[in-house]
């Protein structure tokens, strides 16, 4: 088994600045594309970053120059600055992860509130 745990949501004022972090467990063999999502109130799930094997990156268009994305080992962090009240959703990781018995498949966090509001 596989298990994903998020942590480091919260409530930040507008312009503020919050570290998610992903860290996977158990039987993995390798870890591949890491990214994070958000969904919120309303809309649908939305991708926000992810970052490749080779540690090339990818964002969205409008958390791009305030947020970073960065991995190490079996880990995923998301560096959030400048934050807005557009921000505020649950935030989802995702990793795909080659299992010790073969395959590769998709793990979701459990999901992490980040609010921002003064």
């Known amino acids: 088994q596989v298990q994903l745990v998020e942590s480091g949501g919260g409530l930040v004022q507008p312009g503020g600045s919050l570290s998610l972090s992903c860290a996977a467990s158990?039987?993995?063999?390798?870890?591949?594309?890491m990214g994070w999502y958000r969904q919120a109130p309303g809309k649908q799930r939305e991708l926000v970053a992810f970052i490749t094997s080779g540690g090339s990156t990818n964002y969205a268009d409008s958390v791009k120059g305030r947020f970073t994305i960065s991995r190490d080992n079996a880990t995923v962090c998301l560096q959030m600055n400048s934050l807005n009240s557009e921000d505020s959703a649950v935030y989802y990781c995702?990793?795909?992860?080659?299992?010790?018995?073969?395959?590769?498949?998709?793990?979701w966090g459990q999901g992490t509130q980040v609010t921002v509001s003064s």
């Open positions: 995702n990793i795909d992860i080659g299992r010790v018995s073969g395959g590769v498949y998709r793990y």
């Open positions: 158990g039987s993995i063999f390798s870890i591949r594309t």
